[in-house]
């Protein structure tokens, strides 16, 4: 079993639409998660950090489940401009100060009018 | 404030031929790393470094080599390029504080 497995998609929904990725893990001693987002031959970046409580930024909405260890994006009214591939984030304890991250193979979105 | 900086953007090899990616960051971050990226692999850590003269192996290290001269520059070397080595490659940088990666742009290598 992959550390981190995503559903890879593609997912197509019309603009306004609400659509939601899971993440799975396999480590339950994971400290830290990530959705970082991806455009088509761009680097990475950082979309937003999950918390236990489950946080929200704008139309974008993260939610963490320890017990079922898995970590949830939900995008409510879906633009056009959210099309790009999404990548869930684990860190796990160990390695440095720092710990291991280890990256999803991505979830691709695709918005159309 | 240019961040992280990785050149070339592009780039193709012959089997056996040697290379060095580059990568310079200017936000005095301790951690830098770099990755491979593949279809339907995602992101593959290669070697890491957590401080000036200090780097350890990631999941695919083979066929790889780094160092840290500097808190600066982490430029990663291709020994003798084979064509499992295409691959899109991305250094990154990390801040303690919340734990964000700063990626490059990325550099897309092919091996013929």
């Known amino acids: 079993r992959k550390e981190v497995e995503q559903d890879p998609g593609p997912f197509n929904v019309p603009e306004g639409a609400t659509v939601a990725f899971n993440c799975t893990y396999s480590?339950?001693?994971?400290?830290?998660f990530f959705w970082y987002r991806q455009d088509c031959r761009k680097e990475p970046k950082l979309l937003m950090s999950v918390y236990s409580s489950g946080n929200e930024d704008g139309r974008f909405t993260a939610q963490l489940n320890r017990a079922s260890q898995y970590i949830s994006l939900l995008i409510r009214d879906s633009k056009l401009s959210d099309s790009a591939t999404y990548l869930c984030?684990?860190?796990?304890?160990?390695?440095?100060?720092?710990?291991?991250?280890?990256f999803g193979q991505g979830t691709i979105l695709t918005v159309h009018p | 404030n240019a961040g992280v900086t990785q050149t070339p953007k592009f780039q193709v090899l012959k089997t056996g031929q040697s290379m060095t990616l580059q990568c310079a960051q200017d936000?005095?971050?301790?951690?830098m790393s770099w990755y491979r990226q593949d279809p339907g692999m995602g992101l593959r850590l290669i070697h890491y470094?957590?401080?000036?003269?200090?780097?350890d192996q990631g999941e695919v290290p083979n066929g790889y080599n780094v160092s840290r001269s500097t808190t600066e520059d982490f430029p990663l070397r291709l020994l003798s390029a084979a064509p499992s080595q295409t691959s899109v490659y991305f250094c990154a940088s990390i801040t303690g504080e919340n734990e964000k990666l700063f990626f490059g742009s990325g550099t897309q290598l092919s091996v013929l």
């Open positions: 936000m005095n971050h301790e951690y």
């Open positions: 984030v684990v860190k796990n304890a160990g390695g440095t100060s720092y710990g291991k991250l280890t």
């Open positions: 470094s957590v401080g000036a003269g200090i780097t």
């Open positions: 480590n339950s001693a994971s400290q830290s």
